[in-house]
């Protein structure tokens, strides 16, 4: 039997039953990183700690009215819609916020003060470099065979156009390898990709090296289609690169429906001429900060389990879903826990990343300066792909990890969600992921959303799960203007937050840690 705390028993004995059932959908990450046996004991190889897998099951099973009212305070109590009122008015009141801006760092200090006047512990902030660019003024329009003025987002860390622009013929191509085969028709033209969109992991890639491969060709500059599961003539804005070597060129996204008509105009045989404007610039790193806040456990308060999401955003739209959402459901579900009296016995900890966007830098750094530490992660989670409708949990670990974690998601059946699924990587946890505990890895399609871009199979440090969610609706407003606080669901958010709390509080309040490979 589990030796609850005083509170712990209060809550079991007042809890209220959960009323109708609901079944939703969210994405979020999560690792989890295993100690040595002596402190806070972790189940190990083929050693389950000297407990067979059936008390580890009781064990667990000894979470459910702690799940349950931990569920009937953020759907049905007096919590319910907060995740969502809080995130809308920091939306409604900062708006975007870009890595290197004002509004960023304006935001990260509102939540600094949130977290403290929420009653959370241990609320700091760490500071990190991060990059700096800005848009500015852009346009392009085709002027032949007619005049049409383009919807376009340059793409992060894009160089400027001249200040007369760029006015170029267009050559269209559907992939690299058309490219490739049309190398020498390239030269002194813009390229436009129209690739076809199959999954964002697949279709990314002509985002993030669509510049590098045109100017190797000897393009001027570089328009790629969105990537976007739907459009409604909307351009979506994401980080590209540059490689050492090839030469700098100017490259923005354009709407599926001008890429479209672009490729169609050329397939008849119509010339097809753009002058693109842009008035981007990159300027030196500026300092910013990781946001931190804590429950510090009872027993192992060296240990932590870590629930995060991304502050940063894209210049347009309000950021509201990526990753607004993300960082609130995690910042609810240590309110969640804290607001019940509850007190795990590993610490958990909060944090916001900063500058996700450009790479996952803030966490990159995060990761530099704790990984001395790296025995006492226990579980490392990430939110960052939506707060809609959760119908199951993601998990990368062992198949004893698994297990558990099958164990722990049954704790959500009064909210329908039970079902534990292969694959859970984050980028801002990845770090942790590769650095060696066991666990595997397969990244499916032939590229990751990773900051490497490619594809691998990674033995991972911590396992790693994440929740299933809509990724059709939310590759949608993904980086665009329409990811606003309209996309959000208080009621998806309640659940969103229910789950994050019961998974993370009950991996933090096991005795044993989760079994390495």
Not at 116 to 138: F, M, S, T, Y
Not at 406 to 427: A, W
Not at 428 to 451: H, R
Not at 501 to 506: D, E, P, R
């Amino acid at each position: 039997m589990k030796n609850y705390t005083g509170k712990e028993k209060e809550i079991i004995t007042g809890r209220k039953q959960a009323g109708e059932k609901m079944k939703f959908l969210l994405y979020a990450f999560v690792g989890v990183h295993l100690l040595s046996l002596n402190s806070g004991k972790a189940i190990y190889r083929n050693d389950m700690s000297q407990r067979t897998f059936q008390e580890i099951k009781e064990e667990i099973a000894h979470y459910g009215d702690i799940a349950k009212a931990i569920i009937n305070l953020a759907v049905y109590g007096k919590a319910q819609n907060r995740s969502y009122e809080r995130l809308a008015l920091l939306v409604d009141t900062i708006g975007p916020r870009l890595s290197g801006s004002k509004s960023l760092e304006k935001a990260i200090q509102i939540m600094y003060q949130n977290l403290k006047h929420d009653g959370l512990e241990n609320v700091h902030l760490e500071p990190v470099k991060i990059p700096h660019w800005e848009r500015g003024e852009e346009s392009a329009v085709m002027l032949e065979p007619r005049m049409h003025k383009m919807a376009i987002l340059g793409l992060g860390s894009s160089i400027g156009t001249p200040p007369e622009g760029i006015t170029a013929e267009v050559l269209v191509v559907t992939s690299f390898d058309e490219l490739q085969r049309r190398a020498p028709e390239a030269r002194g033209k813009i390229v436009v990709y129209n690739q076809p969109y199959t999954n964002y992991s697949q279709t990314v890639q002509y985002r993030v090296q669509g510049a590098i491969e045109a100017a190797k060709v000897g393009a001027l500059a570089s328009l790629i289609r969105s990537v976007a599961s739907f459009s409604i003539y909307s351009p979506h804005t994401g980080i590209q690169e540059y490689q050492d070597g090839v030469p700098k060129i100017p490259t923005a996204c354009i709407t599926v429906e001008d890429a479209e008509m672009i490729s169609r105009m050329v397939s008849r045989g119509s010339r097809i001429v753009i002058q693109l404007k842009m008035g981007a610039k990159n300027y030196p790193d500026v300092d910013s900060f990781n946001t931190v806040a804590e429950i510090i456990g009872r027993k192992y308060p060296e240990q932590v389990v870590l629930v995060s999401g991304h502050l940063d955003s894209w210049d347009v739209g309000q950021g509201a879903m990526d990753d607004g959402g993300g960082a609130f459901i995690s910042w609810e579900a240590l309110s969640l826990i804290k607001d019940l009296g509850l007190r795990p016995k590993r610490t958990l900890r909060l944090v916001l990343w900063t500058a996700e966007e450009q790479g996952g830098i803030g966490a990159f750094q995060y990761y530099q300066l704790h990984k001395a530490n790296i025995s006492k992660y226990s579980l490392v989670m990430e939110s960052d792909s939506g707060t809609f409708l959760p119908s199951g949990l993601q998990f990368t670990g062992s198949e004893k990890a698994r297990a558990i974690m099958k164990e722990v998601v049954n704790l959500l059946q009064p909210i329908n969600i039970t079902q534990v699924f292969s694959g859970g990587e984050g980028t801002d946890i990845n770090f942790w992921i590769q650095a060696g505990v066991p666990g595997l890895i397969e990244v499916p399609g032939t590229t990751c959303a990773l900051p490497c871009h490619q594809t691998c199979l990674i033995l991972c440090s911590s396992p790693g799960a994440s929740l299933l969610d809509d990724l059709y609706k939310y590759f949608s407003f993904h980086h665009s203007r329409g990811d606003t606080i309209t996309v959000m669901d208080p009621k998806q958010m309640n659940v969103a937050a229910a789950l994050w709390a019961v998974v993370s509080y009950v991996v933090a309040d096991m005795e044993e840690m989760l079994p390495r490979s």
